[in-house]
T-cell receptor
Framework: KNEVEQSPQNLTAQEGEFITINCSYS?????LHWLQQHPGGGIVSLFM???GKKKHGRLIATINIQEKHSSLHITASHPRDSAVYIC??????????FGEGTQLTVNP | NAGVMQNPRHLVRRRGQEARLRCSPM?????VYWYRQLPEEGLKFMVY????????ESGMPKERFSAEFPKEGPSILRIQQVVRGDSAAYFC???????????FGPGTRLTVT
């Protein structure tokens, strides 16, 4: 079993839909990261959180430390949100352990 | 403030050659991380360095791979005697201190022919 599990693996949505991507982890963490990998391969850090909830534009990330679970929400999705979304946890010494990613496709 | 720089962006090597991948962290960042993404796989941690020190190399293959982050200049990931299985995207990330948000470079795509 992977230390970081994401679901779903693939997600197709229509423009405007509310999207949720889930992440569960099984190890002790210092923080949880949500990353976005564009079709060209570049990686952008979206959020780093260790408790509660963060919001940036149409993106919202939440974490429940007791349940070892985090969610990434996208409101009013748009085709430009199409990308791979990756959950990663920071463990001792700052190394990141990554989930397999969720391929999101938003159709117009 | 320039972001994390990696070069080259694409590198082609024949089996048995050496590959040198460079990473210049963001200004003010002294912590560098290398990650590898094999084709159709997720990202995997390789090594974590601070200036002149290797902090955690538990993700590095035991042979042929080495990394350094000298006092001056970029961090370098060196792969000796490359094999086809080394073909992957290699990403570097940097942060200003331990357990901080990491900023990723654009990656180096290594192809071994």
């Amino acid at each position: 079993k992977n230390e970081v599990e994401q679901s779903p693996q693939n997600l197709t949505a229509q423009e405007g839909e509310f999207i949720t991507i889930n992440c569960s982890y099984s190890v002790g963490i210092s923080a949880l990261h949500w990353l976005q990998q564009h079709p060209g391969g570049g990686i952008v850090s979206l959020f780093m959180l260790s408790s509660g909830k963060k919001k940036h534009g149409r993106l919202i990330a939440t974490i429940n430390i007791q349940e070892k679970h985090s969610s990434l929400h996208i409101t009013a999705s748009h085709p430009r949100d199409s990308a791979v979304y990756i959950c990663a946890v920071g463990t001792s010494g700052s190394r990141l352990t990554f989930g397999e990613g969720t391929q999101l496709t938003v159709n117009p | 403030n320039a972001g994390v720089m990696q070069n080259p962006r694409h590198l082609v090597r024949r089996r048995g050659q050496e590959a040198r991948l460079r990473c210049s962290p963001m200004k003010g960042h002294s912590h560098v991380y290398w990650y590898r993404q094999l084709p159709e796989e997720g990202l995997k941690f390789m090594v974590y360095l601070q200036k002149e020190n290797i902090i955690d190399e538990s993700g590095m293959p035991k042979e042929r791979f080495s990394a350094e982050f000298p006092k001056e200049g970029p961090s370098i990931l060196r792969i000796q005697q490359v094999v086809r299985g080394d073909s992957a995207a290699y990403f570097c990330a940097s942060s200003p201190f331990n357990d901080a948000e990491q900023y990723f470079g654009p990656g180096t795509r290594l192809t071994v022919t």
